[in-house]
């Protein structure tokens, strides 16, 4: 059984480690733990292959921007034949504070346009992901001023705490399962 974890944000060395690249940052961490090594793919993206307690996983961070993010995700997914529900997609939720973490198994895309193309593509709402918070805004910032500003000193603690218990998420849902996972970790 093969799965792909995908971390949602926007390429380039501009939206490094910003709001919007919550999903990348989950990658990262992940990709780091796990000795990935990132190959391009299909000029959509960067991806790895590890093993997780013995499954076969592909990691994607897509270089298309977030609102085309699921171009990468299904082109991928199609190419080694992965059903969405075995897709997890990371990318940030302004509706969570920084530090939260949110694992649910299928939804709407609440606003988010990288997850709102990823069920465009893949043609289901059945696709599991975890939400990382980078909220709240600020009552009168503009919402894609904000979103694509870096995270303050002060919420670096929790920031980095966030993505070392993300990477314990997903590894926990692969050892354990969705349920286990969402009822430790959300």
């Not at 939206?15 to 090594?37: C, I, P, S």
């Not at 346009?113 to 709402?125: A, D, N, Y």
């Not at 990382?132 to 929790?158: C, T």
């Amino acid at each position: 059984m093969q799965y792909l974890l995908a971390g949602l944000g926007n390429p380039g060395t501009e939206y490094e480690r910003t709001r919007h690249n919550a999903g990348f940052m989950v990658l990262d961490a992940a990709g780091q733990k796990w000795g990935a090594e990132w190959k391009a793919w299909q000029n959509l993206g960067v991806y790895a292959k590890v093993t997780v307690a013995g499954k076969e996983v592909f990691l994607l961070k897509p270089s298309t921007y977030m609102n085309e993010s699921g171009r990468a995700v299904s082109s991928l997914a199609r190419f080694y034949k992965i059903p969405p529900q075995n897709c997890l997609v990371c990318f940030d939720d302004v509706s969570l504070a920084v530090g939260k973490l949110r694992l649910r198994k299928s939804g709407s895309a609440g606003g988010q346009k990288g997850m709102k193309s990823v069920i465009e593509q893949l043609g289901t709402q059945d696709i599991p992901r975890l939400r990382l918070g980078i909220g709240p805004k600020p009552e009168k910032f503009d919402l894609a001023n904000f979103v694509l500003s870096k995270f303050p000193k002060a919420d670096q603690p929790a920031l980095e705490d966030a993505l070392s218990r993300a990477v314990d998420a997903l590894e926990m849902l692969f050892t354990q399962g969705m349920e286990k996972a969402m009822n430790t970790f959300n």
